[in-house]
């Protein structure tokens, strides 16, 4: 069965750094997301995208953060200058549909930043 | 009025018990009502969901009961196993949106 690949599984960034979370989509899979999960915390919503671009975006998706579809099949999420509080695990996300389709995740990026 | 509230945060049943967690929302906008299941170490995966036209569906061992005028929904698991050990969370989705609300999980064990 086709699923979303994310990598690196763990990265590790010093505060003010720039990282940038990969992942790969199901290819049939129109829609885009990510969301991400504090530790022991609930899974937020960040952005979603379609059509090369960003359909909705939560409040916490600020200035610092940037998504990108740079090839056809990788979906990015930048961060510019990282902050303690963006340690999480991040979720990449797909579906054929809107989210009221089912969302296939991947495994998480777990980002720490010290 | 975004929110979906979860409950009980934590989940203790016997193998062969049934398990039960429960959802509330308040926006009635909310027309998807999705069942996320989380492993460790890994993306939460689709368990089952439900829209508000009916008031239950069941897929094996998993159901989801669903009150529109109460505004809750809940997932009951029957004869659960220790394989079903896992966090469970409850969503929430508006039409014409790209996001899914989650509630804030529910981590259930399941002891032999």
């Known amino acids: 069965e086709p699923e979303v690949t994310q990598t690196p599984s763990h990265q590790v960034t010093q505060m003010g750094q720039e990282v940038i979370l990969r992942c790969v989509p199901i290819?049939?899979?129109?829609?885009f997301y990510w969301y991400r999960q504090i530790l022991g915390q609930k899974v937020e919503f960040l952005v979603s995208f379609y059509n090369n671009e960003i359909s909705e975006k939560s409040e916490i998706f600020d200035d610092q953060f940037s998504v990108e579809r740079p090839d056809g099949s990788n979906f990015t999420l930048k961060i510019r200058s990282t902050k303690l509080e963006d340690s999480a695990m991040y979720f990449c996300a797909s579906s054929r549909d809107r989210a009221d389709s089912p969302l296939h995740f991947g495994n998480g990026t777990r980002l720490t930043v010290t | 009025q975004q929110q979906v509230k979860q409950s009980p945060q934590s989940l203790i049943v016997q193998k062969g018990g049934i398990s039960i967690i429960n959802c509330a929302y308040e926006?009635?906008?909310?027309?998807?009502f999705p069942w996320y299941q989380q492993f460790p170490g890994k993306g939460p995966a689709l368990l089952i969901a439900?829209?508000?036209?009916?008031s239950e569906k069941k897929e094996g061992r998993f159901t989801i009961s669903f009150n529109k005028s109460a505004k809750q929904f809940s997932l009951h698991i029957m004869d659960s196993q220790p394989g079903d050990s896992a966090t469970y969370f409850c969503?929430?989705?508006?039409?014409?949106?790209?996001?899914?609300?989650f509630g804030t999980g529910t981590r259930l064990q399941v002891f032999p």
């Open positions: 439900i829209r508000p036209d009916v």
């Open positions: 290819s049939n899979h129109l829609y």
């Open positions: 969503a929430a989705s508006i039409p014409s949106t790209d996001k899914l609300i």
């Open positions: 926006n009635t906008a909310f027309d998807y």
